[in-house]
C-alpha cells in the first residue's frame, strides 16, 4: 500500500531554514509527480510546491517562492522541501501528498516559525 512518511519539522527561529523529507513506498516513485501541502490552524490545506516525476518541472505558491525548493531523489524514493527565510506565517503542519487516482497523504511534521 502507499506511504509517505515525513521528517525533518521542528522550531525555527524567524529567518532560519530547515529540511523536510519524505520517503514513500508502496508504488513506483518516478512514475508520479509529488507534492508538498501545508495546514496552519484554522485555516484549509493548501498546496506549498510541486515536482514532476522526473524533477523537471516545479511549481510553488506565491508565498514561498524564492524561499522554499523542492526536489527529489528517485533512486531513494524521497522528496524533500528545502524552506529558507522562514517567516512565523509558514507554521503549519507539512504533508507529503501524491495522486494516483486518489490522493494519499503522509502523517504531516510540524513546523513552528517562531522566535
Known amino acids: 500500500q502507499v506511504q509517505l512518511v515525513e521528517s525533518g519539522g521542528g522550531l525555527v527561529q524567524p529567518g532560519g531554514s530547515l529540511r523536510l523529507s519524505c520517503v514513500a513506498s508502496g508504488f513506483t516513485f518516478r512514475g508520479y509527480g509529488m507534492s508538498w501541502y501545508r495546514q496552519a490552524p484554522g485555516k484549509e490545506r493548501e498546496l506549498v510546491a510541486a515536482i514532476t516525476s522526473v524533477g523537471g518541472v516545479t511549481n510553488y505558491a506565491d508565498s514561498v517562492k524564492g524561499r522554499f525548493t523542492i526536489s527529489r531523489d528517485n533512486t531513494w524514493n524521497t522528496v524533500y522541501l528545502q524552506m529558507n527565510s522562514l517567516k512565523p506565517e509558514d507554521t503549519a503542519v507539512y504533508y507529503c501528498?501524491?495522486?494516483?487516482?486518489?490522493?494519499?497523504w503522509g502523517q504531516g511534521t510540524q513546523v513552528t516559525v517562531s522566535s
Open positions: 501528498n501524491v495522486r494516483i487516482l486518489q490522493n494519499y
